[in-house]
């Protein structure tokens, strides 16, 4: 399994490696994530969000979302809110075996 493997024809997917700082879920399937370094360029040209959320007990979990948008919270540093996010599953693939790199913002098409 790779983060490629979650992209939709034509779409942008953002990867996201968090320990759950700053991570929140809501019931109605929104949420937002932390305080990213990212791309200024790429901000509006997202279509999808992918969670890989290592707990405390270093399971590692994804989640997909659609994205809404990202908010600057500091210079160069953003929090990205989702809705319609859905648990996918626990995989046992660390982060670079997954996406590939060792940044914890990825950016796929």
Request: proline residues 1%; hydrophobic residues 35%.
């Amino acid at each position: 399994m790779h983060a490629r493997d979650f992209v939709q024809p034509g779409k942008r997917l953002l990867a996201l490696f968090t320990n759950g700082h700053l991570l929140t879920f809501n019931n109605d399937g929104t949420g937002s994530s932390g305080n990213w370094i990212m791309d200024d360029h790429r901000i509006n040209t997202i279509d999808q969000v992918l969670i890989y959320l290592r707990d405390d007990s270093n399971i590692n979990k994804l989640y997909t979302a659609t994205y809404k948008y990202a908010e600057k919270v500091e210079d160069g540093r953003y929090c990205v809110y989702f809705e319609h996010c859905k648990y996918i599953k626990e995989i046992e693939q660390n982060w670079v075996q997954f996406t590939g790199a060792q940044q914890v913002v990825r950016y796929f098409e």
